[in-house]
C-alpha cells in the first residue's frame, strides 16, 4: 500500500503545481515508511537485490526514496545488485549503445554510477578508470579519465586521455577546458615553458584582471619566464581599451577593459597611472574608493573629490541598503583620518555638499545627521 501511495503521489504531481512544498511532509514519510518496510520483508538475498536493481535501473518516479543508499542493503546484497548492474552494461554495450542519445547515455551512466562508487570505497582506481571509459564519448569524459590519471601521478596516461579529450572537441569551450587540464599536466611535467606559453594565449585571447593575477601566480609558481610580462599585459589592455573607445558604431562588444587596467596599475602599485587613468575614464566606484584611499595622504583633496565621486553613484541608487553602505564608507574614512592624526576638514566639507545634494532623500539625511550632526 506505502509503495501505491508513492505512485499515486507522483501521478498526482503531475497534474497539480505544488511549488509550495506542501507535499514535502507527506513525501517525507512515504518514503522512510517504504525504506523500512523493504528491510521488514522475508524475501531472499536475491530478490532484495533484484527489487533494488528493477527500481533503480530505470528512473520511474520523481518522488522515491534513494536507491539504493536509502535501503540499508546488506553488504550480501549489495553485492548481488551491483553484479545485476554489471550484467545490466554488459548487455547494453552488447547492443550498441548511441552516444548521441542522451537518453541512452544517461541510462549507461546510472548503471555505472554506483560501480564506480563502490571502487572508490575499495580505492580501485583502476577499477573507476575502466568504468568512466565504457561510457565515454565527448570530450569532457575525457577530461575526467585524464584527471583521475593525474590524481594518481599517472601523467603520461593522463597526457594520453588529454589528446584524446581534444580529437573530441569541437565547440569553442571544449578546447578552452582541454587546455586549461593541459596547463596542470604539463606543470605536473615540469614543462613549465610549454604551460606558460598555453596559458599566455588564454589571456592574450580573453584578456582580464583575474587573467592576469593566474598568470602571475603562475610565474611565480614556475620562476620567472617572461621579464616583460607586466609591461606586455599593460599594453594588452591599453590597445583593446582604446579599440572599444574608437567604436562609435557598435562594432565593438562592451567591453571592461578600462576598469580593468585600473585595477592592474592598483595591483602595479603604479599610482600615477592609476590617477591618470580613473580622471579620463568611467570606472567602478568601488575602484574609485580603493584608490582614494591610496592617494588620501599624499593628494587629499583628489581623494575627497574620487570619495564623492563614488558615494554620489552609492546614494544614487536610492534605496536603504545604499545608504547604510554610504554612511560606513564615511564612518570608515572618518576613522582612517583620525588614525593618522589628520586633518578631517576636507570630509566634513564634502558630507555637508552630499547632504545638500540629496536633501530630498530623507533617509540618507537622517543618516547624516545622526552621525555626522556638524555637517548636516
Not at 523500512?36 to 520523481?62: G, T
Not at 580505492?123 to 568504468?131: E, G, I, K, T
Not at 574609485?288 to 581623494?303: C, D, H, K, R, V
Not at 554620489?312 to 564615511?330: P, V
Request: with cysteine; hydrophobic share 40%.
Amino acid at each position: 500500500m506505502n509503495f501505491k501511495a508513492l505512485v499515486r503521489l507522483n501521478t498526482v504531481l503531475e497534474e497539480i503545481d505544488d511549488s509550495g512544498g506542501f507535499r514535502f511532509d507527506l513525501e517525507g514519510q512515504l518514503n522512510q515508511n517504504l525504506s523500512e518496510l523493504f528491510n521488514q520483508q522475508p524475501w531472499s538475498d536475491e530478490q532484495k537485490a533484484q527489487w533494488i536493481f528493477e527500481h533503480f535501473e530505470d528512473y520511474k518516479y520523481d518522488v522515491f526514496p534513494s536507491v539504493p543508499h536509502d535501503f540499508g542493503i546488506t553488504p550480501n546484497v549489495n553485492t548481488l545488485f551491483l553484479a545485476l548492474c554489471t550484467t545490466a552494461i554488459e548487455k547494453r554495450l552488447h547492443a550498441g549503445v548511441d552516444f548521441d542519445d542522451w537518453r541512452q547515455k544517461s541510462a549507461l551512466a546510472r548503471l555505472t554510477s554506483v560501480l564506480i562508487e563502490h571502487a572508490q570505497a575499495q580505492d580501485d582506481w583502476q577499477a573507476q578508470l575502466r568504468l568512466i571509459k565504457l561510457t565515454a564519448h565527448d570530450s569532457s569524459d575525457y577530461l575526467k579519465i585524464s584527471a583521475l590519471c593525474k590524481d594518481r601521478n599517472e601523467l603520461l596516461d593522463a597526457e594520453y586521455y588529454l589528446k584524446q579529450a581534444y580529437q573530441r572537441a569541437s565547440k569553442p569551450y571544449e578546447v578552452l577546458a582541454c587546455k586549461r587540464d593541459e596547463i596542470d599536466i604539463r606543470l605536473e611535467l615540469s614543462e613549465f615553458k610549454a604551460a606558460w606559453a598555453i596559458a599566455w594565449q588564454l589571456f592574450v585571447d580573453n584578456p582580464s584582471f583575474n587573467g592576469f593575477k593566474d598568470l602571475h601566480a603562475l610565474q611565480q609558481k614556475t620562476g620567472i619566464i617572461d621579464a616583460q610580462f607586466a609591461q606586455k599585459v599593460e599594453q594588452l589592455l591599453l590597445s583593446l581599451s582604446e579599440q572599444g573607445a574608437k567604436s562609435n558604431q557598435g562594432a565593438y562588444r562592451f567591453t571592461n577593459y578600462p576598469c580593468e587596467l585600473l585595477d592592474f596599475y592598483i595591483d602595479q602599485n603604479d599610482i600615477e597611472k592609476a590617477r591618470s587613468w580613473a580622471a579620463k575614464h568611467e570606472v567602478k566606484s568601488s575602484q574609485l574608493i580603493t584608490l582614494a584611499g591610496l592617494i588620501m595622504a599624499q593628494y587629499p583633496q583628489e581623494s575627497i573629490d574620487l570619495y564623492h565621486k563614488s558615494l554620489s553613484n552609492i546614494i544614487g541608487q536610492t534605496n536603504n541598503d545604499a545608504y547604510r553602505e554610504a554612511t560606513n564608507l564615511l564612518i570608515k574614512i572618518e576613522k582612517s583620518l583620525k588614525d593618522k592624526n589628520a586633518d578631517c576638514t576636507l570630509l566634513y566639507e564634502m558630507i555637508t555638499t552630499l547632504a545638500k545634494k540629496f536633501k530630498q532623500k530623507r533617509n540618507m539625511l537622517k543618516l547624516l545627521r545622526e552621525y555626522f550632526p556638524h555637517c548636516s
